[in-house]
């Protein structure tokens, strides 16, 4: 393996270091050792990644000063591509086939799109990296993928409540919650260790209607010393207007799915 | 947004947008397009792309030909680099803290590291490519990010079957099986349109110990008439020797979990 690159070759193999571990702080010392090459010469590599990037709304190449300090690509969305996912995403939910026999809608192949699940990753990473959360936290099953992706672009642990509990997972805190919608009680848990007290978590899931499942998600976090830097869901719906949480970002608003006629009414909410 | 690029922005641009999108084939035109340049000049980029990935192991460029044609880069991960990341893993997975009373491991935090789990989703695209599936598979809940970052970088559909049956994903193929160690009969099922008759789907999951579950989800892609490629794990006891399933690929190999010493025996299996 030739381990010598040129400048042009730096450059390629720098952006894909950086693409492949986005949010991750790389030390220009890693780079300098790896490439045999000078802090200045790197510098100088990393403005031309920074504006290419930059230009084509790829994300966003940050510089940390100092001893501890480094690079990092931040993988913010522009408004514009989010605008044209969410529009897509919409036309993709609204198509008739995807109605199920007591008006529910189909999602599962969308869910479970890495492509797809890679970029709405991304809007909630840009809509959510003020509040400076330190975990990402989900609930099985449905709305893993697009925790995880989340969690990848923030380069953030993801936590996975599970439903009932677990044996394998040692110690763990449980809470009854009512669901919203069908106002059953069921009960949710979290293996102990997996959020530390005083973490900041972000709660990300796939569908709210009432917020049912989100405010026992809240309450579980509550549960183990954490505090809620912001919940995020792909889609809710519009009734109720009421939810049992106070404060969400829906990325899709679900209006109606009229089973008769065939025809659901969805849209982008940024 | 000034979308003029010179040689160097370009192929900076060319490497973020190849990556962000493993095993996605781009056609020449679409670039072409983007950055007002004529085919030869893209041609001559993409082969300094080639080069610089191969010389530091980052995947593989490849040019496919003809009007369809294009180029993708396939993220395949070196010998080394497999046999540093399984090392690393099997040395994080042996610490005394991880065993939990009845003799299990605590996994979840590996499993549920994007960091982590794109790197063995790429193991598995190595190992698995010349299989040639066409979707990936897994059961909830614990393997669905290594499922996923599979199917990221296979650039393939994941589905996920589910223990029981929810109604919110239409009609559904249900399979009853035993749970190889507790001897347990158990459901899951697989929503009916996830699937489509004759697709090839690679198998993934976390960790294997009789292979009930594996042979489950075997028998569920044979019931919608798919074919199985390949079953991947990332964790297989060594006992029970013989699996309910032939064949199947482990990364690593739990050998004993010593509760009393505090003491885990695992080892890379690549």
């Known amino acids: 393996m030739d381990k010598t690159a040129n400048r042009q070759g730096r450059r390629i193999v720098l952006t894909k270091m950086l693409a492949d571990n986005p949010g991750q702080l790389f030390s220009l010392g890693h780079f300098c050792t790896l490439f045999g090459v000078a802090k200045s010469t790197l510098s100088e590599d990393f403005e031309a990644v920074r504006q290419a990037l930059a230009a084509f709304g790829l994300g966003r190449l940050e510089t940390v000063a100092g001893a501890a300090g480094g690079v990092r ?27 199920i026999p007591g008006g529910f809608l189909y999602m599962s192949d969308i869910l479970f799109s890495p492509r797809l699940m890679a970029q709405v990753g991304e809007v909630f990473l840009t809509s959510f990296a003020a509040a400076a959360p ?72 796939d569908f709210m209607k009432a917020g049912g499942t989100a405010r026992g998600l809240m309450d579980l976090a509550l549960e183990v010393g954490a505090t809620v830097a912001g919940i995020g869901v792909l889609v809710a719906t519009a009734e109720p207007a009421a939810k049992l949480v106070d404060s969400f970002l829906p990325l899709l608003i679900l209006r109606e799915v009229d089973e008769h006629n065939k025809k659901t009414d969805i849209r982008p909410a940024l």
């Not at 919409?90 to 086939?97: F, I, N, V």
């Not at 009932?164 to 260790?193: C, D, F, H, W």
């Open 73 to 99: 690509l931040v993988p913010v969305k522009t408004d514009a591509a989010t605008h044209d996912l969410l529009a897509g995403l919409a036309e993709k939910l609204a198509t008739p086939d995807r109605i």
């Open 134 to 205: 330190d975990h990402i936290m989900t609930v099985e099953t449905k709305g893993i993928p697009l925790a995880f992706a989340t969690a990848r672009a923030f380069n953030l642990p993801l936590v996975t409540v599970r439903r009932g509990s677990r044996v394998t997972e040692g110690t763990a805190v449980s809470i009854n919650y009512v669901t919203g919608s069908s106002r059953r009680i069921q009960t949710m848990s979290l293996p102990k260790r997996a959020v530390p007290a005083g973490a900041r978590v972000l709660i990300i899931d």
